[in-house]
C-alpha cells in the first residue's frame, strides 16, 4: 500500500539538514485494524526519515504526527516505566519507547503488530481487561493478620526485603503473558504477570496469605501450564527473572515453605 | 450521552487521585476517572524518595523540614501548610508501609532514608538523610501500591475517560460543583457525571516544554476545564527546572544520584557547584543548580562540540552502590545514550519538571474561587493543585509527600461533604461544550496541524520561559502564544472515527496546553522579580515588598468574546518564619 505523504515544509518536520546528517530512511510495516473502516486487519507501510538513535516511538509519533494521524497506540511516559507501549517489534514483544531504532536492524523494513492474546480494537491498541483481570485474581495486595497495627513500621530485614525485589519492579506491561505459547492457545491462563505480582506477596516476609495465593495459582489455569518456553523472561523489559519467580512459585507449591 | 450519579467523583488515577480514592471509597460510593489506566501514571516515574523526618537514621524533626521547606519555596510557601506537611509526612509514609510499600530497610530493619536536595539538619547546617525511598523507583511503588490497595478497597474506575469539562451552577449567588463531563476513548461517547463532590487529581502541564521530564499524556487538562469556568490559577509562573534531565531528551536522572555522591562537572572536570553553593554544593535547590548550570554553559564551559551540556559524574562510586541504589536511572544512561555510568560520566542538562502552580486549594483541599471563597463540593490535589506548600520552588521528595498527604485530606474531605450535600442541579445542556469542541475538530477543514503548532509552542518556552527570563524574551513568548491560539483556530485532524481517537484528544490536550502557557507567561511577565523557578535577569533580586504575594490569574471573556488573563494577588500565609536570604 502507498505511504501518504505530507508536503514535508508544511509538516515541518525537523529533517536531515546537512551532508553528514545523522538521519536515515527507514520502513515501518504497521499491523493496521480498524472495525469502523474494514474487518479485515492489513499491513501498512510508512518509509521516513529519522535518527536511528531514536526509539521506535518516536518513530510512530513520526507518522502519527507528520504523515497519518489515525494511527493509533497507547503511550505515556516515553521511558519505559508506565508500560503503556509494548508491542510485537520485528516479531518480539518489546516496549516501542525502549528500542533503539539502530539496534533492530533498520536497514530492512521493521515490522510493528500488536501483542498477541488480547483482543486487537483498534491497530496496536488491545483489550488489557482480561490481563489486569488475571492480576486482580491473584489478590495483589499485603495481608495480614494481626489485629492491632503497628505504630511504627512493620520491620523488616534487608535480606528478607532482597528474597521479592525482582518481582517489585513488574510495570504490568503484559510484554511477557503475550509473548507465552500457553496462553495463546488459552487465554484463561494467568499468564506469567499475575504469578510474578503473586510472587511478590507470597516470598514479602510481612504477608501472610501466601497460602491462599498458592491456592489460587495451583488451579487449572495457574502455574502448572507453565513449559518454561523462557519466552517470558526475555521479553520483560523490567529485566524480571520472570521464568525464575515462576520456578519458585511451583517449588513453594510442593514445598509449601517460602 | 450517559448520565452517571456518584456521590465522589475523583478525577485522576495517579499519587494523589488513588491516595484520595482510598479514604472516598470507604466513605462513600466513589468512581475513578481516568485518562490513563491507573499504574501508567506519571507518579510512576519519581525515583527519589519521599520525605519524612523519621529520624530512622540520624536526628531529624518535623520542624526542621518546614523549614527547609519554606525557605526552598522562597518564602511564597504557605507555613501553615507547609507544617502541615512536614507534620503528616511521618504517618503518611507508614501508612504506605502498613499498605506494603517495600521501602529500602536499615541494618535494624527500619525505612532506610538517603539525602536529598535542601533537606537540612537545624535550619541549613548541613545535609539530612530524609528521603524515604525504594531503590531509584519510589513513585514506581508507590503507584503500585496504591493501586494494589485501591483493588483491594474495590475502587471503582473508569479507565480511559477523559474529563474535558467541569460543570458549575450557581445558586444563591454561589458557585458550585455539580459534576464533570468526560470522553470515553474506546466508544467517542460522551458521558456526563453528576456528583456531590468532585477532585482533581490530574497532574501537571510539563508538555508546553520540549526537554521535559513529563510524560507526553501530562498536558494540564485538569488545569485548564476549571479555569475556563472562571476558577483562577495560582502561580503558575513557578515551574520547576531539574538540573539533570538526560541531555536533550530531558528523561529524568534523580537528585538521589548526587545524594549518593555524584558529583557535576564542567568541560575542564571541575566541580562547579562549590562555586555556587559552598555548604550545599551538588545538593543545593534544584532552582539554583539549574542556573548553576546554564551559567557554566554560558560562560563557555559546557560540554560537548556545541558546549550545550554539562556531566553527572558517577564514576567515583562503587558499581555495587549503582547497582543497589540506582539501577534504573544507570540503566537509562545504558539505553538511551549507549553510556556506561561506572566509567563514563552521563551529559545531563536542566529539564522542565514541575508545576508548583495550580488550582489553589486550602488545606483541606477545597477549590478557592477567589482569594478567600471556597466552591462547595469542589476539590483539588497533587500536582494539579496550589494549596501552596512549595511556593516559589518545590524541595525534591517533597512531591510525592504531597500527593499523599493532600490526596489523603482531600479524599476525606471529599468524601464527608458528599455524605451531608444534595446533589447540584446540572446545568442546562451539560454535554454542549466537550460536544461542540469535538465536533468542531472532527469536521474542520482547517490547515493547521497539532503537531506543528505543538512543536512551535514547546520551541518558544524553551527558548523564553526557561531556567532565565526577560521582559523581552517572556514578551516573545506571549506574543507567539497569543498567535498559535489563533492559528489553533483552524486545526484540523486526520482521524474522524469514534473509536479510540487520539488524533482527537491530542488536538484537545494541544489546546488546554495552550491555554495554560498564555497563563503562565502572562503571569511571569508582571512578576518583576527572581523568586525560586523563576528568575527574570532585568529584576534579578527578590523583591518581598512588591511581590511577597501569590499569583491568581483569572480568566475574563469580553463582550466581543476575546479571552484576557486577569491578574490579581493573594497574601501569602507567614506562622514562624520571616523571611531571609536564601544561601545554600
Ligand atoms: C521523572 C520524575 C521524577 C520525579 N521524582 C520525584 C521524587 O523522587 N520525589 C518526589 O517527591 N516527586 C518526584 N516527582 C514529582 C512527582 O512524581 C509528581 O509531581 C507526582 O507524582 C504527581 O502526582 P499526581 O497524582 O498529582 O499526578 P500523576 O501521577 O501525573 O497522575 C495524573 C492522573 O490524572 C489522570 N488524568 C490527567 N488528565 C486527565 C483527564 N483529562 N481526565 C481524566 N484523567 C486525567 C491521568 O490518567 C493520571 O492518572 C517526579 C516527577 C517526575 C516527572
Ligand atoms: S513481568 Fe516484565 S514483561 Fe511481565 S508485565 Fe511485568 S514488567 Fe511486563
Ligand atoms: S511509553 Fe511508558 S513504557 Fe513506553
Known sequence: MATPVLDKDAAGAPGPSSAESPYITVTFRVRRFNPEVSAEATWEDFQFEIDPKERVLDGLHKIKWDLDGTLTFRRSCAHGICGSDAMRINGKNRLACKTLIKDINPEKPITIEPIKGLTVLKDLVVDMEPFFQAYRDVMPFLITKDTNEPTRERLQSAEDRERFDDTTKCILCAACTTSCPVFWNDGQYFGPAAIVNAHRFIFDSRDEAGEQRLEILNDRDGVWRCRTTFNCTDACPRGIEVTKAIAEVKRALITRRY | ?584
Open chain 2, 1 to 584: 450521552m450517559k448520565i452517571h450519579k456518584y456521590d465522589t467523583v475523583i478525577v485522576g488515577a495517579g499519587g494523589a487521585g488513588m491516595r484520595a480514592a482510598i479514604e472516598a471509597t470507604k466513605r462513600s460510593r466513589t468512581a475513578v476517572l481516568t485518562k490513563l489506566y491507573p499504574t501508567r501514571s506519571h507518579t510512576g516515574a519519581a525515583q527519589g524518595g519521599m520525605a519524612a523526618a523519621l529520624a530512622n537514621v540520624e536526628e531529624d524533626n518535623w520542624e526542621w523540614h518546614t523549614f527547609d521547606t519554606v525557605k526552598g519555596g522562597d518564602y511564597l510557601v504557605d507555613q501553615d501548610a507547609a507544617e502541615i506537611l512536614a507534620k503528616e509526612a511521618i504517618d503518611s509514609v507508614l501508612d504506605l508501609e502498613k499498605m506494603g510499600l517495600p521501602f529500602n530497610r536499615t541494618p535494624n530493619g527500619t525505612i532506610d532514608q538517603r539525602r536529598f536536595g535542601g533537606h537540612s539538619r537545624n535550619h541549613g547546617e548541613a545535609p539530612v538523610r530524609r528521603s524515604c525511598y525504594a531503590a531509584d523507583r519510589t513513585g514506581h511503588m508507590i503507584l503500585q501500591t496504591l493501586y494494589q490497595n485501591c483493588v483491594k478497597e474495590g475502587v471503582e474506575f473508569f479507565n480511559e475517560f477523559y474529563v474535558l469539562d467541569q460543570l458549575i451552577t450557581e445558586t444563591d449567588g454561589i458557585k458550585r460543583s455539580a459534576g464533570v463531563v468526560a470522553y470515553e476513548l474506546a466508544t467517542g461517547e460522551i458521558h456526563i457525571f453528576q456528583a456531590k463532590s468532585v477532585i482533581y487529581a490530574s497532574g501537571g502541564c510539563g508538555k508546553f516544554f520540549k526537554v521535559t521530564s513529563n510524560a507526553h499524556t501530562l498536558t494540564g487538562d485538569g488545569q485548564a476545564a476549571v479555569y475556563r469556568r472562571g476558577i483562577p490559577l495560582e502561580d503558575m509562573e513557578f515551574f520547576q527546572f531539574h538540573p539533570t534531565g538526560i541531555w536533550r531528551m530531558g528523561i529524568l536522572l534523580t537528585e538521589g544520584a548526587r545524594g549518593e555522591g555524584g558529583i557535576l562537572r564542567n568541560k575542564d572536570g571541575e566541580r562547579f557547584m562549590e562555586k555556587y553553593a559552598p555548604v550545599m554544593k551538588d545538593l543545593a535547590s534544584r532552582d539554583v543548580v539549574s542556573r548553576s548550570i546554564y551559567t557554566e554553559i554560558r560562560e563557555g564551559r559546557g560540554c560537548g562540540p556545541e558546549g550545550d551540556h554539562v556531566y553527572l559524574d558517577l564514576t567515583h562510586l562503587p558499581p555495587e552502590q549503582l547497582d543497589a541504589k540506582l539501577p534504573d536511572i544507570t540503566e537509562f544512561a545504558r539505553t538511551y545514550l549507549g553510556i556506561e555510568p561506572y566509567t563514563d560520566p552521563i551529559p545531563i542538562q536542566p529539564t522542565a519538571h514541575y508545576a508548583m502552580g495550580g488550582i489553589p486549594t486550602n488545606v483541606q483541599g477545597e477549590v478557592l474561587a477567589d482569594n478567600t471563597t471556597v466552591v462547595p463540593g469542589l476539590y483539588a490535589a497533587g500536582e494539579v493543585a496550589c494549596v501552596s506548600v512549595h511556593g516559589a520552588n518545590r524541595l525534591g521528595t517533597n512531591s510525592l509527600l504531597d500527593i499523599n498527604v493532600f490526596g489523603k485530606r482531600a479524599g476525606i474531605a471529599a468524601a464527608e461533604y458528599a455524605q451531608s450535600a444534595d446533589f447540584v442541579e446540572l446545568p442546562e445542556n451539560p454535554e454542549s461544550f466537550v460536544a461542540e469542541q469535538i465536533e468542531r475538530l472532527r469536521t474542520s477543514t482547517g490547515n493547521e496541524r497539532v503537531a506543528q503548532l505543538r512543536r512551535e509552542l514547546q520551541e518558544t518556552m524553551d527558548a523564553n520561559v526557561m531556567v532565565f527570563r526577560t521582559e523581552q524574551t517572556i514578551k516573545t513568548a506571549v506574543e507567539k502564544i497569543a498567535e498559535l491560539r489563533e492559528r489553533y483556530k483552524n486545526v484540523a485532524i486526520q482521524d474522524k472515527g469514534k473509536r479510540f481517537n487520539t488524533d482527537l484528544l491530542e488536538a484537545i490536550e494541544l489546546g488546554n496546553l495552550l491555554d495554560l502557557a498564555e497563563v503562565m507567561a502572562v503571569s511571569a511577565l508582571a512578576r518583576k522579580e527572581s523568586r525560586g523557578g523563576h528568575y527574570r535577569e532585568d529584576y534579578p533580586n527578590r523583591d518581598d515588598v512588591n511581590f511577597m504575594r501569590h499569583t491568581m490569574a483569572y480568566r475574563e471573556v469580553g463582550a466581543d468574546g476575546t479571552e484576557t488573563v486577569r491578574l490579581d494577588y493573594k497574601p501569602v500565609v507567614q506562622t514562624r518564619y520571616q523571611p531571609m536570604e536564601r544561601k545554600y
